[in-house]
């Protein structure tokens, strides 16, 4: 049997995306392989977001001329955010010309088709399609997580926010039908997934391209699923989170208790540069709301450092949000310039070293916010969701509905299933309990 390797980088929407190539790919008969050296197609799924992603693809890349001269029927594929961006198929494969396959993220779900068009012909298949399509329902998926499962509902971004590539490599705002989305999570909740995710690069505004429904009516439906299972999305722009939203929410025994809304900067200044449309006192009055009505919500963040123009009395804006809001966890990233986006043309870049300065200290400050947290867990019994084994622990690890990681010696049996764990003890962010009845 033919053998296929795909190596993701970024984000859960490239996770699930990979998981449509292997859904591909096994309905024309290809299995998972465990090492590249085994396998008769490599691919590759990119992200531009960050410089880094975009170095670690390009170093992977390169490494594989040896295996392509050692085995001439190997086939290389190139795909997503990366190659997406103008001219840089054209690059790539001028870089790397024993690169068979060059698509983008617009046509990913026709991979079948440029595999076949490749297998016919010697020379590289290399199509981006620079508009975004229709959407395609019906993708096979290999799914990579269970007892979780990823559930796209919209595709594309229209926010344009100055740092950020995305809208640009992922086109305009799309939105699934409601019926697809609710059938899909049917589906896998008959199959035994347990939790679900809705992915999106802004959940709040579904349906705005459909006209009669939006998220929290999403949210409502999904709910009346008559089984047990954990309903989460990602990723909120807090300019959309809705009072009406947050009661779907609130009433819903599906929706875990947990949301990802990224602030990104503290300081009123940067926001507005960034277009961000809210203010940190926005921000606060939708927290405050949130906690109105689910008042154990736990709140996840992206923070950026770094961004054009940001003083040390910005960054200080910042710290003192993380101080206030309590997230707990959050993702901090160093501000990376993208070509094509509104800031890289902006004024006052700030030096590498300082935006390192300040993420160290960023990171230190969550980490002690996340210690605190974890202590206040200890003696309490938790809803995990068991999600796998730990080789290393010796454990069995999931997650309870506040998203946090718990690690409990298990058996077999309780994959994909609820346990009720009581935690005894936390080592940093990682928390240690014991089953019980
Ligand atoms: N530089 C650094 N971080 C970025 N993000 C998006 N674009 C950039 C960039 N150019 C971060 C944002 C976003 C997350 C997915 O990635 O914080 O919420
Ligand atoms: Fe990028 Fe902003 Fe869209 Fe998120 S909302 S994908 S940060 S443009």
């Known amino acids: 049997m033919k053998k296929y390797y795909i190596t993701t980088y970024g984000c859960q929407m490239n996770v699930h995306e990979s998981e449509k190539l292997a859904g591909i790919l096994t309905s024309l008969g290809y299995s998972a392989s465990e090492c590249e050296k085994d396998a008769d197609i490599i691919l590759f799924n990119t ?50 010309p024993f690169i068979d396959i060059i698509f983008g993220t617009h046509n990913l779900e026709d991979f079948k088709t440029l595999l076949q068009k490749k297998l016919l012909q010697k020379k590289p298949v290399l199509e981006i399609l620079e508009k975004e399509q229709q959407i395609k329902e019906g993708t096979p998926k290999t799914r990579t997580s269970f007892p979780n499962a990823w559930v796209n509902i919209t595709y594309g971004c229209n926010n344009f926010c100055t740092y950020c590539i995305v809208p640009y490599v992922r086109g305009r705002e799309r939105s699934r039908k409601l019926v697809d989305i609710v059938n899909e999570c049917k589906e896998l909740i008959n199959e035994g997934y347990k939790e679900i995710t809705l992915l999106g690069q802004n959940v709040n505004s579904y349906g705005n391209d459909l006209g009669d429904v939006d998220f929290a009516d999403l949210i409502t439906e999904i709910s009346k699923i008559d089984k047990k299972f954990r309903l989460g999305f990602m990723t909120n722009h807090p300019k959309d989170l809705s009072e009406k939203l947050i009661k779907a929410l609130a009433n819903s025994d599906k929706v875990c208790k947990r949301i990802h809304l990224p602030i990104q900067a503290g300081s009123n200044r940067i926001l507005k540069l960034m277009n961000r449309k809210y203010t940190r006192e926005d921000y606060f009055d939708k927290i405050d709301l949130l906690r109105k009505y689910i008042p154990d919500i736990a709140i996840t963040s992206d923070i950026m450092v770094g961004f054009p123009t940001e003083t040390e009395e910005d960054f200080l804006d910042t710290v003192d949000v993380v101080n206030r809001i309590g997230f707990a966890g959050a993702f901090t990233f160093v501000y990376s310039r993208r070509k094509g986006t509104p800031a890289d043309k902006m004024d006052g870049q700030v030096d590498e070293n300082v935006s390192k300065e300040r993420i160290m200290k960023l990171i230190d400050l969550q980490n002690s916010i996340n210690r605190k947290q974890s202590e206040n867990y200890i003696g309490k019994v938790v809803e995990v969701l068991c999600e796998g084994f730990d080789q290393k622990k010796n454990m069995y690890l999931g997650r309870d509905t506040y998203g946090r990681m718990l690690y409990f010696e298990g058996n077999e049996q309780d994959l994909g299933e609820f346990v009720s764990v009581k935690v005894l003890s936390a080592g940093g962010i990682s928390l240690m309990g014991q089953k019980v009845n």
């Open 47 to 96: 992200c531009c977001i960050r410089e880094n992603a975009e170095d670690r693809a390009d170093g992977n890349i390169g490494a594989l001329k040896k295996l392509k001269k050692q085995n001439k029927d190997l086939i290389v594929a190139v795909g997503g955010c990366m190659t997406q961006q103008k001219g840089y198929a054209e690059q790539l494969i001028k870089k790397f």
